[in-house]
C-alpha cells in the first residue's frame, strides 16, 4: 500500500516566523515524485513544491523548501518568513510510478499578525 | 491558457437522483483524476485516467459511482441514486504526464437533500 502521513492536524505561526510541516509516506518503490499543495479558503489547489526522489538537492521555491529523507521516508516542508497569504490547508502528496497520486489528510496552517 | 474546467460548480440535488459531473482538463493533459472533499478534509481519491491505459477505479466509494473519458479528453463523473452522504466537492484535476504537477479545477460543491 501506498500511504502518506501528516501528523500535524493544526499548526500556527507567527508573521515573518519559520514554520516546518511534516509528512511521511510508505513505499516499496524506488522511483517516485512528492508534492506539496497548498489549498487557501478560496478552495483552488495550487502547487508549491516539487520533489524527485532519484534527486538528492532539496527543492526550493522562494520562501518555501523541503527536507527531503529518503531512507527515512520523510518529507517537510518549511516555510520562511511568513505571510498572512501562506494561510491555508497544505496537502503533501506522493506519487510512485504507475500509480495514482496519493494525497495525505492535510495540515492546517494559520499564520497570525 | 484555459484551466481545468468543471461543471456545474454548484449541484442541489434531491436524494436518489442521478447526477453527472463534468470535467474539461487540459488539452494534451494525459492524465485525469477526481477526489473527493468533504468539509474540512482532505482529499480522498476516486478514479484515475492515465492515457489509453485501463482507468484506476480503486477509489471509487460503491457501485453508484462510475466514471468515463471520452477521446482522452473530457470525463464525466456519474453518481446513481445520490445519498447525503456523497454531499461533498468533487475536484477534478489533470496533469501532462503522471508525474508532472497536478492542475486542478474549481471543483463542484454537490449537496444532496
Known amino acids: 500500500a501506498q500511504t502518506v502521513t501528516q501528523s500535524q492536524p493544526e499548526m500556527s505561526v507567527q508573521e515573518a516566523e519559520t514554520v516546518t510541516l511534516s509528512c511521511t509516506y510508505d513505499?516499496?518503490?524506488?522511483?517516485?515524485?512528492l508534492f506539496w499543495y497548498k489549498q487557501p479558503p478560496s478552495r483552488q489547489m495550487i502547487l508549491v513544491i516539487r520533489?524527485?526522489?532519484?534527486?538528492?538537492q532539496n527543492a526550493t521555491e522562494n520562501r518555501f523548501s523541503v527536507n527531503f529523507q529518503k531512507a527515512a521516508k520523510s518529507f517537510s516542508l518549511k516555510i520562511s518568513d511568513s505571510q498572512l497569504g501562506d494561510t491555508a490547508m497544505y496537502f503533501c502528496?506522493?506519487?510512485?510510478?504507475?500509480?495514482?497520486?496519493?494525497f495525505g489528510k492535510g495540515t492546517s496552517l494559520l499564520v497570525t499578525p | 491558457g484555459a484551466g481545468v474546467s468543471q461543471s456545474p460548480s454548484n449541484k442541489v440535488t434531491e436524494k436518489g437522483k442521478d447526477v453527472e459531473l463534468r470535467c474539461d482538463p487540459i488539452?494534451?493533459?494525459?492524465?485525469l483524476y477526481w477526489y473527493r472533499q468533504s468539509l474540512g478534509q482532505g482529499l480522498e481519491f476516486l478514479i484515475y485516467?492515465?492515457?489509453?491505459?485501463?482507468?484506476?477505479k480503486s477509489g471509487l466509494p460503491s457501485d453508484r459511482f462510475s466514471a468515463e473519458r471520452t477521446g482522452g479528453s473530457v470525463s464525466t463523473l456519474t453518481i446513481q441514486r445520490t445519498q447525503q452522504e456523497d454531499s461533498a466537492v468533487y475536484l477534478c484535476?489533470?496533469?501532462?504526464?503522471?508525474?508532472?504537477?497536478?492542475?486542478f479545477g474549481n471543483g463542484t460543491r454537490l449537496t444532496v437533500t
Open positions: 513505499t516499496s518503490e524506488n522511483n517516485y515524485y
Open positions: 520533489q524527485e526522489a532519484y534527486k538528492q
Open positions: 488539452s494534451g493533459h494525459t492524465a
Open positions: 485516467f492515465q492515457g489509453n491505459s485501463a482507468p484506476d
Open positions: 502528496a506522493f506519487i510512485p510510478s504507475g500509480y495514482a497520486l496519493n
Open positions: 484535476a489533470s496533469s501532462l504526464w503522471y508525474n508532472s504537477p497536478l492542475h
